[in-house]
């Protein structure tokens, strides 16, 4: 007997259970072989794989088809060899495509596929056209089962017993019925009941089970067995699938990729190749194109630097990963930091015994990563798709959802799910134990329904909830990708494998990210800014590393808003460090990760002179430049080579095996390899366990090397700008509405750097802000409620001629009243009016639209019957109020700077460092913060504040935050007392108490 209907979670919201519980049960019920039979889709694939094999079950690889048969009846498509598979992938294509998916089944399409149905016509329509079919009969015998049985041995078609499941036990109906109110986007008491309709659902029951009920038709349990001997096919076999790369002149990939690289060379280093440049590129290129490659390396600089336009340019990128330590890809212009100079080891990236696909990552400005995407699918057509994420109930999700198909109000809910950590997702434990716990819950309510509530949702966590995209990975395939994975479209348009990245990896399918970065856009448009300021520069000759002024303010951790090192933890590293050199910032760019907290310390300590041993003397050279730590990815690789024996291949597996969702049962063996090839080198216990802890500081993200180095080039190109031209700076990350804090964070930075910020003005205001000299104008996008459209015409009108009045204003740019409104408060429209008194542009507004006519073509707004009144100017609280209500921020002050704000005893922020030990008083805007647990398990947070002279990190150890944490929303003022400490010059504020300030 053989389960030939299963459905697991990745039947979405149609099922309960992960496939590695199915295979787990199905292993424990005696079943040799399963069918994993999710409908229209083969998301669950590669779990179920490793499921099967893990649990020693034959797979069966299958899918319920739902779309294109033009009848209600179901279908389950069977996979019996690779042709099946190909098949199976572009039948549920076909599916998942809205398009020409009503034309009837099409009987080529299911050549190597073996079709269950219960639907007496379509089984007369498959057989009829040489398919080959059975009669699916279901779970039990039935009258309808009889019926397509005599059918069945009309035909001389097999008629089948299908054990059938949605569930992962019994007592899941409830959560079935939780999922499937979900999906229909109703209330549990408006499901139906009882009956079909009611969407019961089965688990997958015993085989002495399935033998009792159909003893009355036992060649029903023969045929099942007979259908299952007959699938051959238990996954894709593709190996490494490679782009495909055509030349015109019939070259080879490998041939055009030397020219290519060596033409690059000569670009980054002169007509004089040195000897180092040629040998490493001799080898990159041998190992390249006996790997076959090559036609990789050539699509990746097609996609970066178009054909024709040379190394020099194309798009602003930032490759990075692992494909950074090529040289190759440096020549072609996909990557922009040198390998030999700052020392990147190639074979990190590619060598000979790599058996998984690597994959090169680029960043492109944010706001052209849609182009890019454009037109790599215009260029391949059906042979490039995304890679997408199953996104998967979370805590806030899940509690959400369940929340409101139990019927709850919408308010009521967001009271509990806005006040979730981020970070919070362990199911493990009680979840409504946990919550409880939650110092930001500590007033919730949860009586009445919230305990079922938090119940059901505790056991939604985990499961997928829909696909969304991969933030840049693309495939590009020889033929149809469709021929290797089930493609549908994303809800952007465009194309999508039913895969994650793991599932494509796997499957040989190599990956390009093509992702957006929004400080490649700040960097792009402050160059442009200070060409237009007459003040051009020569990236040829860029050198920002070496730069003094630059090291020197990255020492200083002044780097808000520059890329990758404007976070609190990153500007205090800095600070501690207080180098500003690019090879520390490197090293800082890698080790500051969520699990090394006790390295950071004591990378600062060495770095500062603190003496220091290498662990064994195997590692001395190892890990020389980095003081003895395991800073990046390939440090964990090397020291498990050196000081364990690994192979480069084990090595490199361990090192994958950290960043995976499935290591906690992979790593046990590899800790007993590593701990006994230790042993054998005569590396004592201590020593071992302590570089094993450090290996496991690793877990989760990580950098290496490569990327860190091209992040850290980015970084400081950003910093140049900050240093050298602060208003351009500024003004580009204010346009790009992106990085770690808000607007309202960066004009508080702009000010204290001496910049002026000029409101926006419809006289002169550009959509994007704009920098010069000392001076930023504030860009229309700025406005709170202004449509990009509005904008767009309000500037072609201006282009045309200058506003005369607000009703000239009005008759062209035709605003609507809110977005009126919020120029009037932001200040936009003081020039239109003599006074620049807003109360008496808003009086006007009102009036002329009150009298606004009907006729068209220039007389939308009438004359004022009356001239109008002379009005008192608001009072500075009620204008500034409004201007913040309109902007998110105030253009000439800093809200703390008001006297609503000003107590007596309370020191600015620029004066902390000279209060050191000291417990004080202080003002502070809460900007950000970040959750932390500590190793009890207990809650803490660091926020960031500010005041009009500087910010300040803090501290809120576990005790002060469960007192506080209810307290803490961001965007408004506080007074905090707490102690002033210094570490290494970087000074923080342990805070003992905090309370709103009231204004």
């Not at 496939?19 to 072989?33: D, E, F, I, K, V």
């Not at 002495?208 to 996954?235: D, K, M």
């Not at 009037?824 to 003599?834: C, T, V």
Request: aromatic share 8%; with cysteine.
């Amino acid at each position: 007997m053989i389960p030939l209907r299963v459905r697991s979670h990745y039947s979405l919201l149609a099922g309960t259970a992960s496939p590695a519980a199915l295979c787990r049960q199905a292993r424990q019920y005696g079943y040799r072989r399963l069918a994993l039979t999710d409908r229209d889709n083969l998301y669950g694939l590669w779990p179920f794989l490793s499921a099967c094999r893990q649990e020693g079950v034959m797979p069966i690889v299958a899918a319920e088809l739902s779309c294109g048969l033009q009848r209600p009846g179901r279908v389950v498509a069977l996979a019996c060899n690779d042709d099946g598979y190909a098949n199976l992938c572009r039948l549920i294509t076909r599916a998942k495509n809205p398009a020409g998916a009503d034309d009837g089944p099409d009987p080529e399409c299911f050549s190597g596929l073996l079709v269950l149905t219960d639907d007496d016509g379509l089984l007369e329509f498959f057989h009829g056209a040489g398919v080959r079919v059975a009669a699916d009969l279901g779970n039990r015998p039935t009258a309808a089962g009889s019926r397509l049985r005599a059918l069945a041995r009309r035909l001389g078609v097999p008629a089948a017993a299908t054990p059938d499941a949605s569930l992962g036990e019994a007592g899941e109906q409830d959560l079935f019925r939780v999922l499937q109110a979900i999906g229909a986007g109703v209330m549990l008491n408006q499901l139906p009941q009882r009956g079909a309709k009611a969407g019961g659902a089965a688990p997958l029951e015993r085989v002495e089970e399935y033998q009792r009920r159909f003893a009355v038709w036992p060649e029903a349990l023969r045929a099942t067995e007979e259908i299952a001997e007959q699938c051959h096919f238990t996954g894709p076999r593709f190996g490494i699938v490679m782009p495909p790369w055509n030349d015109v002149d019939g070259r080879s990939a490998a041939i055009v990729l030397r020219e290519q690289a060596y033409h690059g060379a000569v670009f980054r280093y002169g007509e004089d190749l040195s000897e180092t440049v040629v040998e490493r590129l001799e080898h990159e290129l041998h190992v390249i194109c006996q790997m076959d490659f090559a036609s990789y390396f050539l699509v990746v600089r097609d996609i970066v630097r178009p054909p024709g336009t040379g190394a020099e340019a194309g798009h602003r990128i930032c490759g990075r990963g692992s494909g950074a330590a090529s040289l190759v890809a440096y020549c072609l212009g996909i990557t922009n930091v040198c390998p030999i100079r700052h020392n990147l080891y190639f074979e990190r990236f590619l060598n000979q015994g790599r058996r998984d696909p690597p994959d090169i990552d680029v960043d492109f400005a944010w706001d052209e990563r849609d182009a890019v995407l454009a037109r790599v699918f215009d260029t391949f057509g059906a042979r490039a798709a995304m890679v997408c994420n199953h996104v998967c109930f979370q805590p806030r999700m899940a509690i959400r959802e369940t929340a409101r198909v139990m019927g709850l109000a919408n308010d009521e809910i967001s009271r509990l799910t806005k006040r979730l950590p981020w970070f919070y997702h362990s199911h493990q434990d009680d979840l409504q134990e946990q919550l409880a716990e939650l110092p930001s819950l500590r007033d919730q309510d949860f009586s009445g329904p919230w305990a079922e509530i938090i119940s059901l949702a505790n056991r939604l966590i985990g499961m997928p909830r829909y696909l969304s995209v991969h933030p840049g990975g693309v495939v590009i395939t020889p033929a149809p990708v469709s021929r290797y994975v089930p493609v549908e479209r994303a809800a952007k348009g465009v194309p999508l494998i039913q895969w994650e990245k793991d599932g494509a990896e796997r499957a040989g399918l190599v990956k390009i990210d093509l992702l957006g970065n929004r400080s490649l856009g700040v960097i792009r448009d402050a160059l442009a800014n200070l060409a237009a300021n007459g003040i051009p520069l020569d990236e040829r000759s860029w050198q920002p590393e070496d730069d003094r002024a630059t090291r020197a303010a990255v020492g200083r951790g002044e780097t808000l808003g520059c890329f990758y090192i404007e976070s609190p933890a990153m500007r205090l590293l800095q600070r501690k460090a207080g180098s500003g050199d690019f090879e520390q910032l490197v090293i800082q760019s890698s080790i500051i990760r969520p699990a090394a907290n006790e390295f950071v310390r004591e990378y600062v300590r060495r770095l500062h002179g603190g003496g220091w041993q290498p662990l064994h003397p195997a590692l001395e050279e190892v890990l020389e430049e980095t003081y003895g730590l395991m800073v990046y990815q390939e440090d964990v690789s090397r020291v498990a080579v050196a000081l364990a024996g690994f192979s480069h291949a084990e090595a490199d597996a361990l090192r994958k095996v950290l960043s995976k969702k499935d290591r906690a049962t992979r790593l046990a063996d590899y800790r007993q390899a590593f701990l006994q090839g230790c042993r054998q080198r005569g590396v004592g216990q201590q020593d071992s366990e302590r570089m094993w802890a450090m290996m496991m500081s690793f877990d989760g993200y990580s950098f290496c090397k490569p990327h860190s180095a091209s992040y850290a080039r980015v970084s400081f190109q950003a910093a140049y700008l900050k240093t050298h031209a602060p208003a351009e700076f500024m003004a580009a990350v204010l346009s790009n509405q992106g990085g770690y804090y808000s607007t309202f964070a960066y004009v508080s930075e702009a000010k204290r750097m001496g910049l002026v910020i000029e409101r926006p003005d419809v006289a002169v205001s550009e959509y994007r802000w704009y920098g010069r000299g000392k001076r930023i104008r504030v860009g229309l996008q700025a406005v709170r409620s202004l449509s990009q459209e509005t904008a767009e015409r309000l500037l072609a009108a201006r282009r045309r001629a200058s506003f005369h009045d607000l009703r000239d204003f009005l008759q062209r740019a035709r605003p609507a009243e809110d977005e009126l409104r919020s120029l009037i408060d932001a200040g936009a429209l003081d020039g239109l009016d003599p006074a620049g008194n807003r109360s008496s542009l808003h009086w006007q507004a009102a009036a002329l639209v009150r009298q606004r006519v009907g006729a068209p073509h220039g007389s939308l707004y009438a004359a004022p019957s009356a001239a109008f009144p002379a009005l008192p100017r608001p009072d500075q609280l009620q204008w500034l109020r409004r201007e913040y209500h309109a902007l998110g921020f105030l253009c000439c002050h800093h809200p703390l700077s008001l006297r609503k704000y000003r107590e007596p005893g309370l020191v600015k922020i620029n004066s902390l460092a000279s209060r050191v030990g000291q417990i004080v008083q202080l003002a502070g805007w809460l900007l950000t913060g970040k959750l932390v647990s500590t190793k009890r398990g207990e809650t803490m947070e660091f926020l960031t504040f500010e005041d009009e002279t500087g910010m300040v990190e803090t501290t809120f150890f576990p005790q002060t935050y469960r007192r506080y944490a209810h307290l803490l929303t961001g965007n408004r003022p506080y007074r905090l007392s707490g102690l002033v400490e210094s570490d290494y010059g970087a000074v923080t504020v342990t805070v003992d108490r905090i309370v709103p300030l009231i204004g």
